[in-house]
């Protein structure tokens, strides 16, 4: 099964605007986590993030937004259109992965897979918070940083054949510097991951309730 020409049906209608801003949209940010200052990214161990992925493969190629939310455990995956309509949502846990798609939810242990498996592409949802957060993982080889000695190029060898990882700019956000601009290709798979907002999260604590 591969629901690509989902994907492809709701680009077509917005062509002209496919790199899409996400500048004054509304934080899905959960009501048990407070926003935090850090001065590295590793220091956060919960996050949030608003930005654009655009993917391309041998039969397409389409950009949505994107918003993730990552915590030590879980991930929260959801790609929308310009105007909201969810077109695909992904989340996480450490034994399960589920993904919603036209209003039908898909189980699998491997999220990575199972994004394969129903669309045709997939992202390494298990690294990639490393890498948007300028972290490389054990099974990554640092083939070139730049001046100030942050990765420019990374191969992962995870899998049957390699992640191509491409750290193309940097900014601040949350008091840490992190790539604003992601470039990814796995065979003829190519994505690119632009980061517009990245806050630092951290849980806030339970009250206790009152005795009456």
Known sequence: MNNLNYFTKISASITALLLITLTGC???????????QVKSASQAKAWELQGKLAVRTPDDKFSTNLYWFHTQ????????????TTVMSL???????????????????????????????????????LWITGQISPQDEVVAVDQLGRPMEVLNHTGKSPWHVSFSSWQTQSG?????????QRNE???????????????????????E
């Open 26 to 36: 509304a934080s899905h940010k959960p009501i048990d986590y407070a926003p935090m």
């Open 73 to 84: 455990t879980n991930d929260e995956l959801t790609l929308t259109t310009m105007l909201g």
């Open 91 to 129: 989340n996480k846990t450490p034994s399960q992965a589920s993904l919603e798609i036209e209003d039908k939810v898909y189980r699998d242990t491997d999220a990575e897979e199972l994004l394969r498996r129903l669309t045709g592409w997939s992202i390494p949802v298990d690294t990639l918070p």
């Open 176 to 184: 840490a510097e992190l790539p604003r601009q992601l470039q990814l």
């Open 189 to 211: 798979i190519r994505l690119k991951l632009q980061v517009s907002q990245w806050q630092a999260l951290t849980p806030t604590p339970i009250k206790a309730s009152q005795p």
